[in-house]
């Protein structure tokens, strides 16, 4: 499987719309991949707090259509990254306005929704993302031709019960769009080979280049193998990281090195002695 990841560059200075065909192009130039992974919030910028309302869309919005249109030009699935969604739910009571989610789009390669998934863990430590935006309630697994995504976003990376709740639903292969800050991107590439290593799949992490609200972003997406082996590393600017992977792998590693049947704690409630 040949797997794509765009390392988009968020210029503060480039309208949305700009963006939007930019990307598709982008996108539609992967034809010969099986997969396209971009990164989380790049309409917006992940740190552009203030712009997340105003940016919102409906989950069949101009991002949406644009994307669906290039994963069908290209025959492609696409993991579109994550959009700031505005639910039709009348969230805010005081405006009626709908609750915001940061919300990912995975598309088949005839440009159907194959899959949408909210963000559960959400980032800001009581500001920003943590209040502005809803949380997300659903595991979210898509099925490809050999292999099963894993979907979350940026944030989740921090939190293994999230990715071995995935690997018990059937992924294989987990997939991570994220506007990583700079600051930590030493966790940035910790955190996925360790969720590689403990769940025995492939990671696909991809992130942001450029600077949201003032933020550096890490760049250097990164593909990890079962084994937790970098199979390929991103720079820090714009750039299209395509990498071969074989998924075959994931049911070898776990039959060489059976570790995920030794668990016991999260199989059977643990006993605690206080």
């Known amino acids: 499987m040949r797997a794509s990841l765009i390392q988009i560059d968020v210029d503060e200075g480039e309208p949305a719309d700009s963006r939007r065909r930019r990307v598709a192009a982008l996108v539609r130039e992967q034809s010969g991949a099986d997969l396209v992974v971009l990164p989380?919030?790049?309409?917006?910028?992940?740190?552009?707090?203030?712009?997340?309302g105003?940016?919102?869309?409906?989950?069949?919005?101009?991002?949406?259509?644009?994307?669906?249109?290039?994963?069908?030009?290209?025959?492609?699935?696409?993991?579109?990254?994550?959009?700031?969604?505005?639910?039709?739910?009348?969230?805010?009571?005081?405006?009626?306005?709908?609750?915001?989610?940061?919300?990912?789009?995975?598309?088949?390669?005839?440009?159907?929704?194959?899959?949408?998934?909210?963000?559960?863990?959400?980032?800001g430590f009581d500001k920003g993302e943590a209040v502005l935006m809803g949380a997300g309630r659903d595991l979210v697994t898509v099925r490809l031709p050999g292999t099963t995504l894993g979907v979350a976003t940026c944030y989740d990376l921090r939190f293994p019960e999230l990715f071995r709740a995935l690997a018990d639903a059937g992924a294989e292969t987990l997939v991570i769009p994220a506007g990583w800050p700079e600051r930590r991107r030493a966790h940035w590439t910790l955190l996925?080979?360790?969720?590689?290593?403990?769940?025995?799949?492939?990671?696909?992490?991809?992130?942001?280049?450029?600077?949201?609200?003032?933020?550096?972003?890490?760049?250097?997406?990164?593909?990890v193998?079962?084994?937790?082996?970098?199979?390929?590393?991103?720079?820090?600017?714009?750039?299209?990281?395509?990498?071969?992977?074989?998924?075959?792998?994931?049911?070898a590693t776990r039959e060489q090195f059976p570790a995920l049947k030794d668990r016991v704690l999260g199989l059977e409630p643990p006993r605690h002695r206080g």
């Not at 309409?43 to 707090?49: D, N, P």
């Not at 799949?201 to 593909?223: D, E, K, M, N, R």
């Open 225 to 251: 193998d079962p084994w937790g082996e970098v199979l390929a590393e991103a720079g820090a600017g714009e750039e299209v990281l395509t990498v071969d992977i074989d998924p075959a792998k994931v049911a």
């Open 54 to 123: 105003s940016q919102a869309e409906p989950l069949a919005g101009p991002t949406y259509e644009a994307m669906a249109a290039a994963a069908a030009d290209a025959g492609v699935w696409l993991h579109a990254g994550s959009i700031p969604e505005r639910a039709a739910d009348g969230g805010d009571p005081a405006t009626g306005d709908g609750t915001l989610y940061n919300t990912s789009l995975v598309f088949s390669p005839s440009g159907e929704l194959a899959a949408s998934y909210r963000k559960i863990h959400r980032f």
């Open 192 to 223: 996925a080979r360790a969720r590689a290593v403990e769940n025995q799949a492939f990671v696909l992490a991809c992130g942001t280049a450029g600077t949201h609200a003032g933020v550096p972003q890490a760049g250097h997406s990164i593909v």
């Open 40 to 52: 989380e919030l790049w309409t917006t910028g992940a740190f552009a707090y203030e712009e997340f």
